[in-house]
Nanobody, 115 residues
Framework: QVHLVESGGGLVQPGGSLRLSCLASGTVFRVNNMGWYRQAPGKERELVARISSSAYTDYADSVKGRFTISRDNAKNAVYLQMNSLKPEDTAVYYC?????????WGQGTQVTVSS
């Protein structure tokens, strides 16, 4: 059984920064792509950023230049550094990873950008 646990969400003012973390635990043999998705109220879940096992990255246009995804393969972890946050970034952020050839999701962490 594999679990993804996110942390680092919270309330931040516009222009502020947050760093999300996601750690995979359990019986982990192989981790391929890892990424972050988000879902705002009344909207569909959308891709924010993803990173391959070889560190190739891909970002949604709305976060390019503001967010940075990274991973630590030794820790089976993925991170999302979010800078210059905007109110429209408010959402529940979910960690996603392909572990042991299966897709796993975290439980989500709330990010609220408000003054």
């Amino acid at each position: 059984q594999v679990h993804l646990v996110e942390s680092g969400g919270g309330l931040v003012q516009p222009g502020g920064s947050l760093r999300l973390s996601c750690l995979a635990s359990g019986t982990v043999f192989r981790v391929n792509n890892m990424g972050w998705y988000r879902q705002a109220p009344g909207k569909e879940r959308e891709l924010v950023a993803r990173i391959s096992s070889s560190a190739y990255t891909d970002y949604a246009d709305s976060v390019k230049g503001r967010f940075t995804i990274s991973r630590d393969n030794a820790k089976n972890a993925v991170y999302l550094q979010m800078n210059s946050l905007k109110p429209e970034d408010t959402a529940v952020y979910y960690c996603n990873a392909v572990i042991n050839l299966q897709v796993s999701w975290g439980q989500g962490t709330q990010v609220t950008v408000s003054s």
